[in-house]
């Protein structure tokens, strides 16, 4: 078997599912080749809308098919399922892991706009608005919870959503949604939350009462779905003008680590995005924004000036289960020229 990062990309394929779980995002994902993974595609919606865990361990228990294996987690993952594959002696690995979600069903379209089109970049797939992206997974409810869990299988020779064909979907007789849409159809209004086409952070924050202080020469973009705001910091007339915007998501250092370093390494790798990660976080600076303090990430390709830089600040918000998050997409060489700018523009930011 080939790790999800040996595998040629017109190869490759992702088959995974997302979905609320005592207070967490639970994620049961696939990484392999197209061929491998056909063979589980079948029995993968009634995985994933039986999938328990233990009110005590806290660990996954459901049951699985003949020849499925559960097995220990890692630094990455709470555990992992080998799952053998007709005609190769080497298992498909399917990671169960769990991370920071958001509390209220409101924030769950922007939550699952983040984290599905980081999948979507797995496969060398563009990013997705909301409505593609429900016209493209496949939603499974889940008994208990009022939001389904999403089912994505995409692949690196086409893009397309294998969750467009017919695919059974499980008995959910119990499951609090009465009835599942057909894989590949636009989700019904009752099976997200109201307005889900709408930016969720003006649900949750109003844009209108965000002030600031803007550094001369930046300029304010349209305005643009999920994002509070977006502007253009110029750069000098030999590189490409910066990208800043301001939006809001759910903080946990690590795994938002490892995503923007998978932006910037243009690798899945977990041996590589791991450390990546935990040294992204313990280099991290404490900076005044406002009243409040922010931490200070960067994340560069490499040395070069002209090579790809993020830099973030996440500013913590009270009464809110989500975080400010101010980014940076630039080359490094811009960021080292604009970082005093960015700073002030921080500390200068109010809401109230």
């Not at 294996?69 to 992992?80: L, N």
């Not at 910066?242 to 939006?247: A, D, M, P």
């Not at 995503?259 to 600076?285: H, R, Y």
């Not at 997409?329 to 960015?342: D, I």
Request: proline share 8%; glycine share 6%; charged share 25%.
């Amino acid at each position: 078997m080939m790790g999800g990062s040996s595998i040629p990309m017109e190869e490759k394929r992702i088959l995974g599912a997302i979905f609320p779980l005592n207070g967490a995002g639970y994620f049961l994902k696939i990484t392999d080749s197209i061929a491998r993974i056909e063979g589980i595609r079948e029995v993968f919606p009634k995985i994933v809308a039986e999938f328990k865990t233990d009110p005590e361990s806290g660990k996954p228990v459901m049951e699985l098919p003949a020849g499925w294996k559960m097995m220990p987690g890692d630094a990455f993952a709470e555990a992992k399922v080998a799952i053998p594959v007709a005609g190769d002696e080497k298992p498909a690995i399917m990671t169960i892991s769990k991370l920071a979600a958001p509390a209220e069903e409101s924030s769950w379209p922007d939550y699952l706009l983040m984290q599905l089109n980081r999948w979507n970049g797995q496969v060398a797939q563009e990013n997705q608005s909301l409505e593609e992206l429900m016209a493209s997974i496949q939603p499974i409810p889940r008994e208990g919870s009022k939001i389904p869990a999403y089912i994505f299988d995409k692949n690196g020779a086409t893009g397309k959503g294998e969750a467009s064909r017919s695919t059974p979907t499980p008995d959910t007789s119990n499951a609090s949604t009465s009835s599942t849409p057909k894989p590949g159809t636009a989700m019904p209004a009752e099976s997200l939350p109201a307005d889900h086409g709408a930016p969720t952070e003006a649900k949750a924050f109003d844009p209108s009462t965000l002030q600031y202080e803007l550094p001369e020469g930046w300029e304010k973009q349209a305005d643009r779905p999920f994002r509070i705001a977006t502007f253009r910091v110029p750069g000098s007339e030999s590189e490409e003008d910066g990208e800043l915007v301001v939006s809001q998501a759910v903080d946990n250092p690590i795994e938002n680590s490892k995503m923007w370093s998978e932006q910037v390494l243009k690798t899945d790798d977990p041996s590589v995005l791991g450390p990546k990660a935990e040294q992204i976080v313990s280099q991290a600076e404490t900076i005044p924004a406002g009243k409040r303090e922010a931490k200070l990430y960067s994340i560069r390709a490499n040395d070069e000036k002209s090579a790809l830089c993020l830099t973030i600040a996440v500013i913590q918000m009270e009464g809110f289960s989500t975080s400010m998050f101010v980014k940076l997409r630039s080359t490094t060489q811009l960021a080292e020229q604009q970082k005093s700018n960015l700073l002030r523009f921080i500390d200068s930011m109010r809401w109230e």
